[in-house]
């Protein structure tokens, strides 16, 4: 039972990390139908600043460090992404990919390709103990800024009328227009909340490695875009959900796998993914919806 | 308030529109019909600029609207309820009305008259929390028709309203656009069946193959043959089958 809890701690907070990265691709998947690899780029660079303004106070680091993810997610949009919006999905996907790319190769040229180590809040690694249970601070921080997160973007898509205008956009952007609805302001918000969601787990996942690499975010805009893939392209409770099975399955295979298979850890998570993609092609939300519509 | 001169659409080699010249006066109420492919919805599209075309002038109260982005066009009072209503099926009716009021500076008001409209289509407040796809087709034309109409605009137009509904729906749902432009709302409509908007329009147009072939009071094409010639163009010598 200790040792269930244990996990289960582990793959809450792995999986919100998850969650958070796929709501960022799946927002933009979601009114542009562009898979934002870039994402990942975005949680790299966001660690870079925040290792750079770490050295007189945290808050004010951490301030800056959502000021310049917000500021680089708005400039790709103006620079990259704005010119292909109309192209077709390969168009905009190659885009992605470059984006993705040339941010990595930047960073390995100012920075160098081996990872840098960098301590940070690491008193937040102590352990909470409930009982026999000993869970790191850090997850619990992690849970409960992915938490408060989610109730904030739920309460914003559902109650402002800027967030009905976003959900009307994603589904029918068209005639989201027609009715008034400013194609350029909804998908700049769009990608400055994707700035947000990058900065925070570009915070919480430097605090729970310790170390930095300008290929950090390749991993978790991967397992951002699988995640959004099980839960339903385009749909962001679907996103949410995905990043919480791919987290508990990636935690579960390292808590379970004997120890010479547990490199090939996200072999098995993959695998895994194809299964439930074979026998549900447009996910676990998605297949839901289109079978009631039948 | 509307002009339109020699206006040309082409959708590659397909060309939808050959120099279509039609004008809408302030407080008409003028009909489009034509047969599939005619280019009616081609021509509501340009209008509101999702459309581009290729040459030609379209003019709103003497200012051009070609070049415009849509968003920027329905702030100038056009509104347009596209061909198949195009409600938002998984948002509440009541979500699909506040969208409807997305250009409106004053939000107070807007939310007051969100509430009006929903007393003026009493379906549409019953079922305010229920999801738009879930309304029947005739329903749905009503949310279409409404939320447009949050946008205050001055002038609406429709495409094809009485498409998919019952002969009695469709009497409703023009009632409601007689009602509207009553009020002062100028109404330009496209529809297939010329029946019913013959007898709303006090002016009508006919498209055929992306050009016109008749414009006029509907009485000039009351005669069942003469509408037949316009809208089918039997007045081209019959060429005997090979
Ligand atoms: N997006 C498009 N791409 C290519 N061709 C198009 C496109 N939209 C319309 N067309 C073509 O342009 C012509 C005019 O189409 P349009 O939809 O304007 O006709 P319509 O009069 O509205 O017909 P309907 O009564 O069937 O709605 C048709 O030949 C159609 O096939
Ligand atoms: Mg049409």
Redesign the interface.
Known sequence: MTAFLQVLADAASQGSLYALSALGIGLIFGIMRLVNFAHGEFIMIGAYMLMLSAAPYVPLAILATLAAVILLALLTERIAFRPVRRANPTTLLVTSFAVSFFLQYLFVLIEGARPKGFDFLSSLAEPFVIGEVRVPKLNIVTIGITLVLLAALAFFLKRT?FG??M??AA??F??????????NRIIAVAFAMSGVLAAVVSVLYVAARGELSPVMGLQLALVGFVSTVIGGMGSLLGAVVGGFLVGALTVALQASLPLELRPFREAFVFAIVIVVLLARPRGLFRGREARERV | MLQIAGLDVRYGPIRALRGVSIEVGRGEFVGIVGPNGAGKSTLLLSIVGMVRPQSGRIEHDGTALMGRPPEEIVRRGIALVPEGREIFGELTVEENLRLGTTIRKDRRAAEADVERMMKEFPILGERRRGQAGKLSGGEQQQLAIARAMLGDPKLLLLDEPSLGLAPLITKQVYQVLKRLNEAGVTILVVEQNPKRIMKAATRLYVLRNGQLAFSGPPEALERAEDLDRAYFGFNEKARPLP
């Open positions: 009328h009905i205008q959900r009307a589904l029918n068209r005639m989201a227009r027609l009715l008034g609805v400013k194609a």
